[in-house]
């Protein structure tokens, strides 16, 4: 296997493909546990909220099965998410009224939002054919298509562009309520899990270190009511 390793010839291109797919790999390797220590963080926060959401309900003895108690926490979930989901609803209900407006005063409904808003950032050259025959964007090695060096910025860009304003604000308002109804949404599904949960250890009953011999409580002659 080694020497089959050895014996493989790569170009220079090749090299350098091989080390931008390397660092892109790493790159997205970081984000992905920046988003699930996020997701961590999000899930272990809304599960101390669901607590403290069926805590009344459990101590004080209202709700005594786990049934009636994972249908009170469904109740409860379902309100805290209308309650949630507030937010991205009115932020993306301003996106619209900013949409709205900005096209009644500037007769533009045509416009793209998205394709105004990428003024505001770099945009690369993905063509092969803008660039030289030996000095190629994609090349193939072991058959496999990837980048072999950095691709160029297309000139002009990033731009502020005044006439665009009110879709760089609708672009902005939309994500923005995008990722905040998605944290909505995961946190939604974290209390669930913890209801569900909690469903079933708050009631469960155990003969963990019980011991009959030391229960000076519970007599043959007056023994407790059998169990439902």
């Not at 090749?14 to 546990?33: E, P, Q």
């Not at 019980?210 to 000076?216: G, L, T, V």
Request: aromatic share 12%; proline share 5%; charged share 20%.
């Amino acid at each position: 296997m080694i020497r089959l390793l050895a014996s493989i010839q790569l170009s220079d291109t090749d090299r350098k493909a091989l080390i931008i797919l390397l660092i892109v790999f790493v790159i997205l390797l970081l984000v992905i546990g920046l988003i699930g220590v996020a997701i961590r963080q999000t899930m272990l926060y809304q599960a101390k909220r669901a607590d403290t959401m069926m805590h009344d309900v459990a101590t004080t003895h209202v709700i005594n099965n786990p049934k009636d108690f994972r249908k009170f926490g469904l109740k409860k979930n379902n309100r805290a998410l209308y309650r949630d989901s507030l937010i991205p609803a009115g932020i993306i209900l301003l996106a619209l009224a900013v949409w709205v407006i900005a096209n009644i005063i500037t007769h533009r409904w045509g416009n793209n939002v998205w394709d105004e808003f990428g003024d505001l950032f770099f945009r690369f050259k993905w063509d092969n054919s803008g660039y030289p025959a030996d000095d190629p964007l994609w090349v193939k090695v072991f058959g496999i298509q990837i980048l072999a060096r950095w691709p160029e910025a297309e000139a002009g860009f990033p731009r502020f562009v005044p006439e665009h304003i009110a879709s760089y604000f609708v672009a902005v308002l939309t994500i923005v309520a995008a990722l905040y109804y998605a944290v909505v949404c995961q946190a939604y599904v974290s209390r669930a899990v913890m209801i569900y949960f909690r469903s079933n250890s708050v009631y469960e009953k155990s003969l963990a270190g019980y011991k009959a011999s030391e229960d000076i409580k519970i007599t043959p002659d007056h023994p407790i009511p059998p169990s439902d």
